[in-house]
């Protein structure tokens, strides 16, 4: 709508904070250029789109479950990546739990960003990678017990014996401050 677009031009505000969202217009995204910072949980550019986290799993590609912090551009998750983090995968994990605790850290951090803005250092990416990209209703429910498969025949086991090795083949971007907190 032309006049909510408006009305959020004329307000100004510092910056504008997007998770979960459709797609934003591109008058506004012009108007606050490198200050609409979107949440994409998954890893960019490695998986765009949605369900990406739920795609990781089921094709078993465990390191690029995580979240991004970037700015937002006129492409689907493609803007310039602020910061990124890998969900946390334990022994004896299922989907839920992987999920939830990557949602309450990705939840953490994005205030610790907010608060921590001032500190934000530009990062040349390194990812030189073709990334998957899902819609909806790519999430079917054949796909749903492919996940479940995947748990019951050892997955996270797998992942963990290869972790450090693909995760340095697939490396994320990181803002230093997060280190110290």
Known sequence: NIDIVNEI?????????????????????KAFKNRIINVHLGLSPYYFGSGT????????????VGYTFM?????????????QARAEIRPFDNPHQIGNRLIKKMTKDFINLIVNFNLVEPKRSVINYLGKTYI?????????????????????????????????????????FFKGL
Request: glycine share 4%.
């Open 71 to 83: 700015y937002m551009d006129k492409g689907i998750d493609t803007g310039e990546i602020i910061h």
């Open 9 to 29: 031009i004329k307000l100004n505000p510092d910056m504008i904070l997007t998770y979960g969202c459709s797609i934003i217009s591109s008058p506004l995204i």
């Open 53 to 64: 986290n739920f795609h990781c799993l089921v094709n078993n590609e465990f390191q690029f």
């Open 136 to 176: 909806n209703k790519d999430a079917t429910d054949q796909l749903t017990l492919q996940l479940y498969e995947n748990f019951e025949n050892d997955a996270v086991y797998k992942y963990l014996k290869r972790e450090v090795k693909l995760h340095k083949k697939f490396p994320i971007i990181e803002q230093n």
